[in-house]
């Protein structure tokens, strides 16, 4: 069975620009979450989806966006980036089920390098 | 709120030495408690797991057992490897489709 696979693996942009990175989970997994990982702020959560439904949200910007799609791949966007955005963004997906158990399904994650 | 404690590190060890890394919480109701191990260059996979108090998870001879006297999570296996070497993250999920983690403790075991 395949990993939750993490699109592009590396990125670089420009303060100002946007970036869309993408999310396929675990094969039959209806759950996706994502996380931002950076060395001053640790694992913070960014937004959870269900069946196409964001049912929780942390404490970032409109700037952060994210959906999902009827095959249960997600996208997170973030525009108008800053250079605080530089982080290593983390997919995860969980077993199917209205009520995840945390246990989670993590990809390798994407990095994204803002200059 | 919710938030994780995670004894801070980074720690180096010796190769068979005896490794604890404490992590307490805080959190209203009955959280779920877990501690995630990410090696370097990849993604957090889940170590073990306790779901209620008094529970003790393990696996790959690492052990935790859910206190909640004390809402404690301590993290211990009695003889490490080198490649027990990576970050490890304890975490507590109320049942509100998050994970809190704590800061993450870095792991080195040396031959």
């Known amino acids: 069975k395949a990993g939750v696979t993490q699109t592009p693996r590396y990125l670089i942009k420009t303060r100002g620009q946007q970036v869309t990175l993408s999310c396929s989970p675990i094969s039959g997994h209806r759950s996706v979450s994502w996380y931002q990982q950076t060395p001053g702020q640790g694992l913070q959560f960014l937004f959870e989806y269900f069946s196409e439904t964001q049912r929780n949200k942390g404490n970032f910007p409109g700037r952060f966006s994210g959906r999902q799609f009827s095959n249960s791949r997600s996208e997170m966007n973030v525009s108008t980036l800053e250079l605080g955005d530089s982080a290593l963004y983390l997919c995860?997906?969980?077993?199917?089920?209205?009520?995840?158990?945390?246990?989670?399904?993590f990809g390798e994650g994407s990095r994204l390098t803002v200059l | 709120g919710n938030s994780v404690t995670q004894m801070e590190g980074p720690v180096t060890l010796s190769e068979e030495a005896f490794l604890t890394i404490n992590c307490t919480y805080t959190a209203t109701g009955y959280p779920s408690l877990f501690w995630y191990v990410q090696y370097p260059g990849e993604g957090l996979q889940l170590l073990l797991k306790?779901?209620?108090?008094?529970d003790k998870g393990s696996n790959k001879g690492f052990e935790a057992t859910y206190r909640k006297e004390t809402t404690s999570f301590h993290l211990e296996k009695g003889s490490v490897q080198v490649s027990d070497s990576a970050v490890y993250f304890c975490?507590?999920?109320?049942?509100?489709?998050?994970?809190?983690f704590g800061a993450g403790t870095t792991v080195t075991v040396r031959a």
């Open positions: 975490a507590l999920y109320p049942n509100d489709y998050k994970l809190s």
């Open positions: 306790a779901t209620k108090a008094d």
């Open positions: 995860a997906s969980a077993e199917p089920g209205l009520r995840n158990t945390g246990e989670l399904f």
